[in-house]
C-alpha cells in the first residue's frame, strides 16, 4: 500500500533553517511528484511547492520564492523540503502529498510540526 | 484571503442533506481545471474524498459526491452521520501567480 512517511516534529530559532523528509513506499517513487503543503495552527492548507521525481524540476509558490527548496532522492524514495530564514509565521504543520502535475494530491504523509520560537 | 472560497460552517443533523460551495476564477475553476476535495478529520491528515470534479476514491461513500458549473463547484453530503464532522477543502489549479495549485480556505461541518 502506498505510504509516505514524515519525519519527526522540530524546534527551531528564528532565521534558521528546517529541512522535513517524506520517505515514499508501495509504488513507484519516480511516476509521480511530491507536493509541500503547510498548515498553520487553526488555519486552512496552504500548498508550497512541487517536485517532479522523475527529472527534479521544481514549482514553487511565489511567496516562498527564495526561502524554499525541494529535492528527492530517488535511490531512497525520499523527498525533502528545506525551508530556510525560518520566521513565527512559519510555524505550522507540513505534509507532504503525491500527485502528479496538474492533478490533484492522492496521498498524504502523516505531517511534521515545525515549531518556530527564540 | 484564499483564492478559492468556501463558507467558513455549515452544519446539519444526522440524516440531512449539506452542501458545501467552492467558488473561484476565470484563472482557475472558470478556465476548466478540475475541482478536487479533500476532509480533513480532527488531529488528522488530510484525505482526497472527490477528484476531478465528481470522482469518488475506491472506500469513499457515495453519500459525497461533487459536482462543478462554471466558476463554482460544490460538494454535497447526503445521509449526514456523526463521523462526517470534519474540515473541508477544495482545491484546483491557478494559472495565476497564486498557483499553480490553490485551496479554498476550508469549511468546518458540524453535525448537530
Known amino acids: 500500500q502506498v505510504q509516505l512517511v514524515q519525519s519527526g516534529a522540530e524546534v527551531k530559532k528564528p532565521g534558521a533553517s528546517v529541512k522535513v523528509s517524506c520517505k515514499a513506499s508501495g509504488y513507484t517513487f519516480t511516476s509521480y511528484g511530491i507536493s509541500w503543503v503547510r498548515q498553520a495552527p487553526g488555519q486552512g492548507l496552504e500548498w508550497m511547492g512541487w517536485i517532479s521525481a522523475y527529472n527534479g524540476n521544481t514549482n514553487y509558490a511565489q511567496k516562498l520564492q527564495g526561502r524554499v527548496t525541494m529535492t528527492t532522492d530517488t535511490s531512497t524514495s525520499t523527498a525533502y523540503m528545506e525551508l530556510r530564514s525560518l520566521r513565527s509565521d512559519d510555524t505550522a504543520v507540513y505534509y507532504c502529498?503525491?500527485?502528479?502535475?496538474?492533478?490533484?494530491?492522492?496521498?498524504w504523509g502523516q505531517g511534521t510540526l515545525v515549531t518556530v520560537s527564540s | 484571503q484564499s483564492v478559492l472560497t468556501q463558507p467558513p460552517s455549515v452544519s446539519g443533523a444526522p440524516g440531512q442533506r449539506v452542501t458545501i460551495s467552492c467558488t473561484g476564477s476565470?484563472?482557475?475553476?472558470?478556465?476548466?481545471?478540475?475541482v478536487h476535495w479533500y476532509q480533513q478529520l480532527p488531529g488528522t491528515a488530510p484525505k482526497l474524498l472527490i477528484y476531478?470534479?465528481?470522482n469518488r476514491p475506491s472506500g469513499v461513500p457515495d453519500r459525497f459526491s461533487g459536482s462543478k458549473s462554471g466558476t463554482s463547484a460544490s460538494l454535497a453530503i447526503t445521509g449526514l452521520q456523526a463521523e462526517d464532522e470534519a474540515d473541508y477543502y477544495c482545491q484546483s489549479y491557478d494559472s495565476s501567480l497564486s498557483g499553480p495549485w490553490v485551496f479554498g480556505g476550508g469549511t468546518k461541518l458540524t453535525v448537530l
Open positions: 476565470s484563472s482557475n475553476i472558470g478556465a476548466g481545471y478540475d
Open positions: 502529498a503525491r500527485g502528479k502535475l496538474w492533478s490533484n494530491f492522492d496521498y
Open positions: 476531478g470534479n465528481s
